[in-house]
């Protein structure tokens, strides 16, 4: 016969180790919306003012990046 104090300790654990499993599972895709990108204004860096362009073939998405001092700035 089982012991009612360790039933209840196994089925603790188990929960618990299910709700870790859940944890580690990844979410579902959910795609990017189509919501109109705004342009910026102009701005101006050390006297050099800079505009941004609407270019109606640009339409990528990524990450961008930066490898550091290590690898000369480049980016």
Do not use: H, Q
């Not at 204004?41 to 339409?59: Q, S, W």
């Amino acid at each position: 016969m089982i012991n009612s104090g360790t039933s209840r300790a196994r089925a603790a654990a188990l929960a618990t180790v299910a709700l870790a499993l859940a944890g580690c599972s990844t979410t579902r895709y959910r795609p990017v919306s189509d919501t109109p990108v705004v342009i910026g204004k102009p701005y101006t860096i050390r006297g050099t003012t800079y505009r941004p362009a609407a270019d109606a073939n640009f339409d990528v998405l990524g990450y961008a990046s930066w490898y550091g001092s290590e690898s000369g700035n480049r980016v």
